[in-house]
């Protein structure tokens, strides 16, 4: 099964109207906000931002392993959206921490959620086995761009794909710090 599908459309001037389930809305733009929006199938009443791929297996360098629970499924029968999220964060953390590059309980550096989003293509359910791959997209000075992959079940197309991004701040100030050489060299051996 898959989601409807999404097609592309730029946002409307600043004055521009739109029949939105069978009212007239007003939609007030600034010109100077240029940006791609996805709208939903044809009922062309929800669109929302971003220009998220579909990505591929080989798209990745990395796989975590990732068990659904009963408990992950909503009334209608799919992992509810809210699971994606700590899919995503068990597999970025789960990778470096077994990887040593970072000590959740007693290191100086922690990473901080600072950015999330996600795109779903195609459900999910209990009792599914999900690869969730991850790659890197940037490395900063304090911050790294993580994008995520959810396969389900060896499918090669990905069921969700998302990113996040993480501020690497001292533990105790939770100021920005620089990312160390050793956490950089792991997370550049990410990138594709």
């Keep these: 099964m898959e989601w409807p599908r999404w097609r592309f459309c730029r946002e409307p001037g600043p004055s521009a109207t739109r029949r939105l389930d069978g009212g007239t809305a007003r939609l007030k ?80 550096t922690i990473g901080l959620v600072a950015e999330t989003g996600c795109r779903y293509f195609s459900p999910t359910a209990f009792p599914d086995e999900i690869q969730a791959g991850v790659r890197v997209a940037h490395v900063g000075t304090s911050s790294v761009r993580y ?22 701040v001292d533990r105790e100030t939770k100021r920005p710090v620089s990312v160390d050489d050793k956490m950089r060299g792991f997370l550049e051996s990410l990138k594709t």
């Design 29 to 108: 733009a600034r010109s100077d906000e240029r940006r791609r929006t996805a709208r939903v199938g044809n009922t062309g009443s929800a669109c929302v931002t971003g220009t998220i791929e579909r990505t591929k297996r080989g798209d990745y360098r990395r796989f975590q392993a990732i068990s659904t629970r009963w408990m992950d499924n909503d009334v209608y029968g799919h992992v509810n959206n809210v699971v994606y999220y700590s899919w995503f964060d068990t597999a970025v953390n789960r990778l470096l921490v077994v990887n040593g590059v970072l000590d959740i309980h007693h290191g100086s």
């Design 147 to 168: 994008e995520i992959g959810l396969f389900r079940n060896n499918e090669d197309d990905a069921a969700a794909v998302g990113h996040f991004v993480h501020v690497y």
